[in-house]
């Protein structure tokens, strides 16, 4: 992991740095010595998880006008916010797609003008779509299933075409099934982990869409924050993007069955990969990087919550 901030230490930018992910981020690069400004407008954000030794930008990524200025003597962008909403994204695309797309647009250009020097952006394993074999690999043509996820494939196009343009350093992290403490438990797009860990605590049964055999590459959110920490100085940052997940595909029912309690079945929903497991050679490879914490343990965690 990347600990070696300057004597005066470099000032990073972190967008969505309140959220989920963001904040975990964010904490990390604040316990490494970096100077940290986050972008937030609190529409996924929570005023409480943002670390209060981070500089605060109250802007909109929709709104250039913004956050312009925030990207004054950045290093380092980590562009983490989104509207990472599924459901949202087919009932409202227009709205989820001036967040996704022309949210990192700005973020690009506001980057470019003030000569930033890396952008590292937060991709999606969703933009694989449904694929004939497993595991999905960085070469494999996107299949986006939904607006979301066409949404954030467009995006880190951008961030490609930023560094073939401008000549901008930029890398995008394609994330899988992140989940762990603070992960959102409300809303339209809640990972099974985080609508079951919830449906157990109110006594209700776990609700599980389809057959429950569907299966995702659950990555704890502390394995994402090696990543980005790793990406901030990694030597290729050509616009290429890179495998972030554990490398296991779990199936619901499993998960279901580790959390414990009652479950119920409910219709599949439109628009979801039924399977997903990353091959995650090429971030070893160019971050050097690894999955550390196994479902086993990241479940255990969140039980003691």
């Known amino acids: 992991?990347?600990?070696?901030?300057q004597t005066h230490p470099r000032l990073v930018l972190v967008t969505g740095g309140a959220g989920f992910i963001g904040s975990h981020l964010v904490d990390a690069l604040i316990a490494a010595g970096y100077r940290v400004r986050v972008i937030e407008n609190f529409a996924c954000g929570t005023r409480e998880y943002l670390n209060r030794a981070a500089e605060l930008v109250e802007g909109d990524i929709r709104d250039a006008s913004s956050i312009v200025n925030a990207f004054e003597g950045v290093d380092t962008v980590f562009h983490v916010a989104a509207l990472p909403r599924i459901p949202l994204s087919i009932a409202k695309p227009v709205e989820t797609h001036m967040t996704n797309v022309?949210?990192?647009l700005n973020v690009l250009i506001a980057a470019r003008d003030h000569k930033v020097?890396?952008?590292v952006y937060s991709g999606s394993s969703s933009v694989y779509g449904d694929q004939a074999t497993m595991p999905l690999v960085e070469t494999m043509t996107a299949n986006p299933l939904n607006p979301y996820a066409l949404q954030k494939y467009v995006a880190e196009q951008y961030a490609r075409m930023f560094h073939r343009l401008f000549g901008m350093q930029?890398?995008?992290l394609r994330y899988f099934?992140?989940?762990g403490r603070r992960?959102?438990?409300e809303g339209s797009y809640v990972l099974a982990v985080a609508a079951f860990l919830k449906a157990r605590r109110e006594g209700r049964p776990l609700e599980i869409y389809g057959d429950g055999e569907q299966t995702r590459d659950f990555t704890h959110v502390s394995d994402v924050v090696s990543a980005n920490m790793l990406a901030m100085d990694c030597e290729i940052a050509d616009g290429r993007a890179l495998n972030i997940g554990r490398g296991e595909n779990i199936s619901v029912n499993r998960i279901a069955a580790m959390i414990g309690g009652p479950t119920i079945h409910r219709e599949g929903r439109p628009g979801d990969m039924r399977d997903t497991r990353a091959d995650w050679t090429q971030a070893a490879?160019?971050?050097g990087w690894r999955p550390r914490v196994s479902i086993e343990e990241g479940i255990a965690?969140?039980?003691k919550e």
């Open 170 to 172: 930029t890398i995008t």
């Open 183 to 185: 992960m959102p438990h």
């Open 102 to 104: 022309v949210g990192t």
């Open 117 to 119: 020097r890396r952008v």
């Open 301 to 303: 965690d969140l039980l």
């Open 177 to 179: 099934g992140v989940y």
């Open 1 to 5: 992991m990347s600990t070696n901030p």
């Open 285 to 287: 490879r160019v971050l």
